[in-house]
């Protein structure tokens, strides 16, 4: 079996059309059969960029912890 990352266009519950980066599965002939869990996603590739710098960048954060670095209301 093969596989490799790709980028795979779905349509969610509202239907807006969504992007996943994903492990896709192909069978012996060459053609994708299924796809595993989404590593990153975004409504466009532009958001894909965005969310790999935003990943970046948290690595060099402190870790936060739930539920202890958080105040448990949304509106503060």
């Known amino acids: ?3 490799n990352h790709r980028i795979v ?3 969610d ?6 992007f996943e980066l994903v492990e ?3 069978d012996r002939d060459g ?4 796809y595993g869990d989404a590593t990153i996603g ?5 958001g894909l960029y965005t969310q790999v710098e ?3 960048k ?4 402190p870790i936060l912890s739930y539920p202890e670095h958080f105040t448990g209301d949304v509106n503060k």
Not at 13 to 18: I, K, L, N, P, Q
Not at 31 to 34: I, V
Not at 42 to 46: C, S
Not at 58 to 61: A, D, N, R, Y
């Open 9 to 11: 266009s779905t349509v």
């Open 13 to 18: 519950e509202m239907g807006s059309e969504y």
């Open 42 to 46: 975004g409504e466009d590739i532009e």
């Open 58 to 61: 948290s690595l060099e954060l």
């Open 1 to 3: 079996m093969m596989w």
């Open 31 to 34: 053609h994708p059969y299924a």
């Open 54 to 56: 935003r990943f970046k």
């Open 24 to 26: 896709v599965y192909y």
